[in-house]
């Protein structure tokens, strides 16, 4: 019997940690579509597009943890999230020429014996959240969509499928379509990201969730998902090999 007590609370460096996790990665997401001279030219409409963009992909990163802390405690494992400064860092620096590594923290496992099936399951639980949520945000759009308008975003003439369109930001269908996203990256087979566990554990199971996520994200982003997802795949595992080994 899971202790939800002892799953859902946080130590107090843990939550101060996850806040500025999520904080930076709504500031390089932001950067990346405002890009630096749109941050310049407009600074105060940077700033109100951080709510939506930390109601959004903030929710997808911190459920996405605690999906992962869930499980494992389930399985009798300590869980505990811990920041990666350079993570961020780095996050940012590539934010800046337009890139997005998604990397600011991740919750570390402390158990005496984790099975390939567990660490599995334990890895899959985060982006199978990240692909819950993407129903859930679609199902607001549906009964309570909210349009932004923001000069920064006009450069994205039209991004309709992330929720961009000529200015107008659709924060429902972003928030669709960055979880969507975010489950897509971590099913990435390496090293350390959840696709490398989970292909690890069980290829099938890798297969089937890779499929039906991308499935999904032709319906959400398009059909060029399926050729961004596969240049980006050659990218990390190239970035994981050159790092990792």
């Known amino acids: 019997m899971i202790d939800l007590h002892r799953a859902f609370y946080l130590e107090m460096d843990e939550a101060v940690q ?3 996790s999520v904080v930076a990665i709504s500031v390089a997401l932001g950067i990346v579509f405002a890009t630096p001279e749109g941050v310049m030219a407009y600074p105060m409409e940077f700033a109100v597009l951080m709510a939506p963009l930390m109601v ?3 929710s997808g990163f911190v459920l996405h943890e605690m999906a992962h802390k869930l499980v494992a405690i389930y399985y009798g494992a300590k869980a505990k999230f811990k920041m990666w400064t350079q993570g961020i860092v780095f996050m940012l620096i590539m934010s800046v020429i337009g890139f997005l590594f998604a ?3 991740a919750v570390y496992i402390h158990a005496r ?10 890895s899959l639980a985060g982006p199978a959240l990240n692909l819950i949520l993407v129903f859930f ?3 607001l759009d549906m009964v309570a969509p909210v349009d932004q308008y923001y ?3 006009l450069k994205w003439e039209a991004f309709a499928g992330l929720g961009i369109s000529y200015g107008i930001f659709s924060v429902w269908k972003f928030g669709a379509a960055i979880n969507l996203l975010l489950a897509l990256f971590n099913t990435i087979p390496a090293f350390p990201l959840d696709g490398s566990k ?3 554990w069980k290829r099938s ?5 890779t499929g039906v996520t991308l499935f999904i994200g032709m319906g959400v982003v398009g059909p060029t998902i399926i050729i961004n997802w596969a240049i980006l795949l050659l990218i990390v595992m190239i970035f994981s090999k050159l790092a990792f080994g």
């Open 151 to 153: 000069t920064l975003l």
């Open 18 to 20: 996850m806040i500025i």
């Open 137 to 139: 945000f679609l199902g």
């Open 198 to 200: 989970i292909y690890r």
């Open 205 to 209: 199971a890798w297969l089937l969730f």
């Open 103 to 105: 990397a600011p923290g």
């Open 56 to 58: 959004t992909i903030g």
């Open 113 to 122: 014996r984790i099975t390939a099936r567990q660490n599995g399951m334990i």
